[in-house]
């Protein structure tokens, strides 16, 4: 079995049809979509449109979640944009996405964490900054689950780890959105370091399930030009770059 591995679209159709291209030339048994699928100022509606089509094992991110979120006053920039251009149909699927999915006996989707879509899983927050997460501390975090892989994302970087009990953690990095920052639990930046869509693709093997890191081009230059004209020259220089 072959996964393809996706996250953290946030609405970068062109990033999204680059990958779905790359995917085709790999090969895959099945793609799955571990959330922030829209969130964000290129292309929501249109990402929603193609990605309701194509009905793939799909989970919400936080960001799905707060799109549902009842005053849009509250929301950040990206949510609000998102939610301003999407329809009804498109908020019902939204709104109808679980928080984790079981692929098979042996493989969870979770967007954070097992129990929390907005806990890093791989990565850890102090007040210095942001770093790789210890055995230790992703042991925890995967508690009891019985799933010999764990697809995570939400950071945005591609990374896995294997702990001694064999379970392999692998978070595919962003589809769309390669660099940002984030306030919480501590002042952290988050970049790639290339403005490349990424995804992981996920292989069941005789020996265990092997992952490997895919970095696809794509024109980010116009996906960049597009976010600064909604308002958004943050996003412009992390798809620029893959920096803040």
Known sequence: MKIAALSDIHGNLPALEA??????RQGADVIV???DILSGPLYPSQTAD????????????????????????????????ARGVLSEEQLAWVGALPA?????????????TPQDDLSYFLETVTASGCRTATHSEVRRRAAEVEAALILCCHTHLARSMQ???GRLIVNPGSVGLPAYEDAHPFAHRMESGTPHARYASVTRTLRGWEVEFRAVEYDWHAAAERAA???R???AAALRTGYC
Do not use: Y
């Open 19 to 24: 990958v779905f291209d790359d995917i085709e």
């Open 233 to 235: 020259p943050d996003w």
């Open 100 to 112: 984790t999915l079981w692929l098979e006996s042996d493989v969870l989707l979770v967007h954070g």
């Open 163 to 165: 702990l001694a009990d």
């Open 50 to 81: 193609r990605l309701m089509r194509l009905g793939l094992p799909t989970i919400r991110g936080n960001h799905e979640r707060q799109l549902l979120g009842a005053d849009g006053t509250h929301m950040g920039p990206s949510d609000r944009f």
């Open 229 to 231: 004209s909604n308002g």
């Open 33 to 35: 979509n571990l959330g």
